[in-house]
């Protein structure tokens, strides 16, 4: 399986301050076709996982323009420009390269100072 | 407007049998992978396994590979995940997931509710 490495695994800021999350593959998540196969998602306190970003650096449908990805190959990283309290939860990056061995990084958890 | 809908919690001892349901409206069943998360309490997330409702095709991650049947019923638009026997380990929040795809309708990412089962004797 590839293991997606994140850091750091909690997070505690300001509202109004950038927060960035760092994610690494074990191995590259560019496939042949082209695309890089890493999502980031959100999950909120008793609530499923919301895709945030898709393939690296899309924005998925309703997501706030201060989230941002970035990254190639196996080193990939979440930037929220300005952390709002609604952004508190848990952080993921997955990879799907692999079907069906999807897999999560750990998580990381975001708290508002 | 997709959704997915996922069978009630469960509280189960040891050595029971569980089938869990999710059932998918407002989309074409049988044309999208659905698969199966795995949250344990505390925990991370772990995809269990996947399936194409078209045929059938069904793929496990390893770690879950002869743990769980993962199913489908196209007739009824319904997706299944099922143990023969439960154990304590198996305590956890399971989701049923669309994950990411691209259609005519743009980019879609759908999760079901959760369904929360409890193995205790």
């Known amino acids: 399986d590839i293991v997606m490495t994140q850091t750091p695994l909690s997070l505690s800021v300001t509202p109004g301050q950038p927060a960035s999350i760092s994610c690494k593959s074990s191995?590259?998540?560019?496939?042949?076709?082209?695309?890089?196969?890493l999502y980031w998602y959100l999950q909120k306190p008793g609530q499923p996982p919301q895709l945030l970003i898709y393939e690296v650096s899309n924005r998925f449908s309703g997501v706030p323009d201060r989230f941002s990805g970035s990254g190639s190959g196996t080193d990939f990283t979440l930037k929220i420009s300005r952390v709002e309290a609604e952004d508190v939860g848990v952080y993921y990056c997955?990879?799907?390269?692999?079907?069906?061995?999807?897999?999560f990084g750990q998580g990381t958890k975001l708290e508002i100072k | 407007e997709v959704q997915l809908v996922q069978s009630g919690a469960e509280v189960k001892k040891p050595g029971e049998s569980l089938k869990i349901s999710c059932k998918g409206s407002g989309y074409s069943f049988t044309s999208y992978w659905i698969g199966w998360v795995r949250q344990m309490p505390g925990k991370g997330l772990e995809w269990m396994g996947i399936?194409?409702?078209?045929?059938?095709?069904?793929r496990y991650s390893p770690s879950f590979q002869g743990q769980v049947t993962i199913s489908a019923d196209k007739s009824i638009s319904t997706a299944y995940l099922q143990w023969s026997s439960l154990k304590a380990s198996d305590t956890a929040m399971y989701y049923c997931?669309?994950?990411?795809?691209?259609?005519?309708?743009?980019?879609?990412?759908?999760w079901g509710q959760g369904t929360l089962v409890t193995v205790s004797s």
């Open positions: 997955m990879q799907s390269i692999q079907l069906p061995s999807y897999t």
């Open positions: 399936i194409y409702p078209g045929d059938s095709d069904t």
């Open positions: 191995q590259s998540l560019l496939h042949s076709d082209g695309k890089t196969y």
């Open positions: 997931a669309l994950p990411y795809y691209y259609d005519s309708s743009g980019p879609g990412d759908y």
